[in-house]
């Protein structure tokens, strides 16, 4: 039968023959001590009996001794037992080295070629749960499972908790609190395996090979295994092992259908248009545009540079990459966000490719470089226009508000068809750096480096013109300067006079100060996107904010202000920008920072930074006057942990109203995402954020 068994599972012996041998010498030398001391109990009795011990060579004498020991009763049995013969007990053992024979080469066999992850003393029982994990059921520590896509009523005698939390708000739906599972030092039961999938091979030593415990010494040992995030007692002769339990996912199964759109490439080795306004290796792109959508992604993301389709002279522009490049996303069926990007790519974290401003308008900044935003010491960013130039006709007879607005409208006109047929789905109008309205603080270029406070950029001619216009009207001429105590770009804010616990920021100087730089910025805002609705209108426009998260719990928040945000401890910054936002009925791209994803060197607790409080303060900020709200990853995500935080945050749980993301954007297309592990765990996290079920809710 051996043999059988062995040529269909195509295993040896070798395996588990050592472990055998070492079972059945230790179950033969259980039962001789066994008799031994069922013998020495026996004569004992018949001393306490016969008041002694007879010595006798005869056969009679021995014959009765043996007689009497036979009949000997038990104690407590209530009557007399007759030992089991010697054949008997070695039939018994061979029976029992047959049997573990055969299991052993049976699970040997699982092991080896079925990749199934069972311990070196398992049983029928952890076969079992093996199976039922693979069919995708859940198999609790009591032996009780059920599917794992079950919502409906728990086993009864398991309690369920629903956990959350704090960094990644990931709440079990449901999922059983700390359970210990007794088992006997031999054989044990199903409770070491209750976590651990079939589909996960360890090569080598099972986590459940645990070494053994001395207890020469006697009393309860405690120890803790490497492989197993749990405790295991000794009792006497009974195992505890606390078992770590895997935290069920939150079930996003008929929540509300969000869109997933990515963000095409713009690096200098995978950018979809170059900088003569042509499309890059279009079937490349075409083959991955043909993956995205058999993953049902919504639509795709571009920037559309003004860099490049108005790069050699003022009013000349060349859309031809884009038509080729919308033209196959419509073949697609796809849709689309287009970004206006009138910044400059290149020059902060995360770019590898250049694309300037146009040509014409760093002519003009070269004779002119205040029309550039300037820190104190009068270093220009030419990364974007200053806002001080939205009125000033310095770009060959146009302010800057209207080369904007010629830019978008020639693009209106151009792809009128792509908007009669809804294509083109919505419209994100680049306010400032990086596309997001704030102010360039953080360059950088000029040496800044996380977590400075950044500085402020208010020093070019025409800024500073409009603050002393501002103090002249206060009444405080003399007001109509920067700070000059506000520290670099890479100061704390306990390192400078002005952001400090009790500085001049709430001082009646700094609260003026800060009222007009911040004012600077809604102003900016209001003023492109009246003329973006004039271009665009009937089309959804969109506004980028970014999360300017560290120092978020400092009184001062002075990486905030330093960008634009006038958002201390004791004022809302946020609640102007969504009245400007509202009155145009534009709504909001909020940056999303998944804290998972962060660099471990980060040091929050060192930069005191919040971005879950600053994301829940814009997000409620945006809600509460009814603007519609999309988001997109700051940082790189391609594992679960990652896409649960965007989920969590995409559709909150706890919402009275229950409101969510009207859209999210991923960042961005690219190799690493297009790998097969990768692509797996981005096409469960589009059919989540589609309200559509999916197997395996475990992180």
């Not at 030398?29 to 060579?57: F, L, P, R, Y």
């Amino acid at each position: 039968m051996a043999t059988d068994m062995q040529r269909l599972i195509g295993t040896s012996e070798e395996d588990d023959e050592e472990e055998m041998d070492m079972d059945l010498k230790e179950e033969g030398d259980g039962d001789d001590e066994e008799d031994g001391e069922k013998n020495a109990d026996a004569t004992s009795m018949m001393m306490g009996v016969d008041g002694g011990m007879a010595t006798s060579g005869g056969n009679n004498n021995r014959f009765q001794q043996h007689q009497q020991i036979q009949e000997v009763g038990t104690p407590g049995s209530g009557g007399a037992r007759r030992c089991r013969p010697v054949e008997e007990k070695e039939r018994t053992k061979l029976r029992e080295r047959q049997r573990r024979a055969i299991t052993a080469k049976i699970l040997a066999g699982l092991r080896r070629h079925g990749n199934y992850n069972l311990r070196v003393r398992a049983d029928i029982n952890d076969v079992i749960a093996a199976l039922a994990r693979e069919a995708g059921w859940v198999v609790l520590p009591d032996g009780t499972a059920y599917p794992s896509n079950n919502q409906g009523p728990r086993p009864a005698g398991v309690n369920s908790a629903a956990v959350t939390s704090s960094s990644s708000q990931m709440v079990s739906q449901p999922t059983p609190v700390s359970l210990k599972g007794v088992t006997s030092g031999y054989p044990s039961s199903v409770e070491h395996t209750a976590d651990h999938m079939k589909s996960v091979f360890m090569p080598g030593s099972s986590p459940y090979d645990l070494p053994a415990i001395n207890t020469a010494y006697g009393g309860d040992q405690t120890q803790s295994h490497p492989l197993i995030g749990g405790s295991m007692d000794d009792v006497g002769d009974k195992q505890i092992v606390d078992m770590p339990q895997k935290l069920l996912e939150r079930d996003f199964a008929n929540t509300a259908y969000i869109p997933v759109y990515v963000m095409l490439p713009v690096s200098s080795a995978l950018g979809v248009i170059n900088m003569n306004c042509e499309l890059v290796d279009p079937d490349g792109l075409l083959k991955q545009l043909r993956v995205l959508k058999s993953v049902n992604v919504d639509g795709v993301m571009v920037d559309c540079w003004w860099g490049i389709v108005e790069g050699h002279a003022p009013m000349d522009y060349n859309w031809n990459g884009y038509r080729r490049l919308f033209q196959m996303v419509r073949d697609l069926k796809l849709k689309l966000q287009v970004v206006m990007s009138f910044h400059e790519c290149g020059g902060n974290v995360g770019d590898d490719v250049c694309i300037t401003l146009p040509h014409w308008v760093a002519e003009i900044g070269r004779s002119n470089p205040d029309i550039f935003f300037t820190d104190r010491a009068g270093r220009r960013n030419p990364e974007c226009l200053s806002w001080g130039i939205d009125k000033e006709r310095v770009l060959r007879g146009r302010t800057a508000v209207e080369v904007y607005f010629d830019c978008m409208r020639s693009f209106r006109v151009e792809f009128d068809e792509f908007f009669q047929d809804d294509i083109i789905s919505m419209i994100q109008v680049g306010l400032g750096p990086c596309g997001e309205l704030r102010f360039p603080s953080c360059t950088v270029k000029h040496g800044w480096r996380y977590p400075g406070i950044g500085e402020f950029q208010c020093y070019d001619q025409y800024l500073l013109k409009s603050l002393r216009k501002a103090a002249e009207a206060r009444g405080h001429s003399f007001w109509g300067r920067g700070p000059d105590n506000a520290g670099s770009y890479n100061s704390r804010p306990h390192e400078s006079g002005f952001f400090c616990d009790g500085g001049d920021y709430d001082g009646y100087y700094g609260r003026f100060f800060l009222n007009w730089y911040s004012r600077v910025l809604v102003d900016h805002g209001d003023r492109v996107l009246s003329l973006a609705k004039l271009a665009f209108d009937g089309t959804s426009i969109a506004v980028k904010l970014s999360g300017i998260h560290w120092w978020y719990k400092t009184p001062s928040h002075a990486a905030e202000l330093t960008a634009g945000f006038y958002n201390s401890c004791n004022r809302d910054g946020y609640a102007a920008i969504m009245t400007m936002l509202k009155k145009h009925g534009v709504s909001l791209n909020l940056v999303c920072t998944q804290l998972p994803m962060l660099d471990e060197n980060i040091d929050f607790q060192e930069a005191l930074g919040d971005p879950e409080g600053l994301f829940w303060q814009v997000l409620n900020a945006a809600w509460d006057v009814c603007i519609p709200v999309s988001s997109e990853n700051a940082l790189l995500c391609h594992n679960r942990v990652g896409y649960n935080k965007i989920l969590d945050n995409s559709k909150p749980l706890t919402n009275p109203d229950g409101r969510h993301l009207s859209s999210f954007t991923y960042l961005r297309l690219s190799p690493i995402l297009m790998e097969r592990h990768n692509f797996m765990e981005f096409d469960r996290f589009v059919k989540r954020m589609h309200g559509e079920a999916v197997l395996d809710l475990h992180v």
